[in-house]
């Protein structure tokens, strides 16, 4: 079945380190985005990439860096030039042109220790 | 501008009729979603409506568009605790094919 995979779920990290986070996905889709969501508060675009070895940063891209050297894969970093790190990322795909907007992945809740 | 509106929280009671409001400023919106979050998961599309329609049922969802207001409504047919969720509007644009512009979620309880 096709579907989109984030990895590690829960994640915990020291202060000054910097972490990576997974996103995979074998639906053919194009685009990628990287989101995070603070408690109560609704998605904020952090970084996308619409093809291979291009992307675009979103609202909040400051802290993080993200690559797209496969189709399938769109790594997200948190460096520790992220201030307030701790939250829960979503990464979504989609196919150029197709109505039915994003698949989103489960999510990593990040925590800074 | 980009703004998505809903307000934050509902409550209604088990086997009532919900109904989540949403308005956008955008009017090149192509498409307009409805996403369902359940607690510490991803969003899942439940539904969708293209924006020359103004009504779409499916089940028991039904999704009102008044294009002239701007405003998106989703009912949701007697409400069952499994619809305790975090509900989001978003819409599509011509001018950005691949960004979704989301709302910030409204956070449905049941109460029995």
């Known amino acids: 079945d096709g579907g989109i995979t984030q990895s590690p779920k829960y994640l915990f990290r020291k202060e000054g380190q910097n972490v990576t986070l997974s996103c995979e996905q074998n639906?053919?889709?194009?685009?990628m985005y990287w989101y995070r969501q603070d408690p109560g508060q609704g998605l904020r675009l952090i970084y996308y990439s619409q093809i291979v070895n291009d992307f675009q940063k979103g609202d909040i891209a400051e802290g993080y860096s993200v690559s797209r050297e496969k189709k399938e894969s769109f790594p997200l970093t948190v460096t520790s030039a992220q201030k307030n790190p701790t939250a829960f990322y979503l990464c979504?795909?989609?196919?150029?042109?197709?109505?039915?907007?994003?698949?989103f992945g489960s999510g990593t809740r990040l925590t800074v220790v | 501008g980009e703004d998505v509106e809903q307000s934050l929280f509902l409550s209604v009671r088990e086997g009532d009729s919900s109904v989540i409001n949403c308005t956008y400023t955008d009017s090149s919106s192509t498409y307009l979603y409805w996403y369902k979050q359940e607690p510490g998961a991803g969003l899942q599309l439940l539904t969708y409506i293209f924006s020359n329609m103004d009504m779409k049922q499916d089940q028991r969802l039904t999704v009102l568009l008044n294009k002239k207001d701007k405003h998106l409504s989703l009912r949701i047919a007697d409400t069952q605790t499994g619809d305790s969720a975090i509900y989001f509007c978003?819409?599509?644009?011509?001018?950005?094919?691949?960004?979704?512009?989301f709302g910030s979620g409204t956070r449905l309880s049941i109460r029995p």
């Open positions: 639906l053919n889709h194009d685009a």
């Open positions: 979504a795909s989609s196919k150029q042109g197709e109505v039915y907007g994003y698949t």
């Open positions: 978003a819409e599509s644009r011509y001018s950005s094919a691949s960004k979704i512009i």
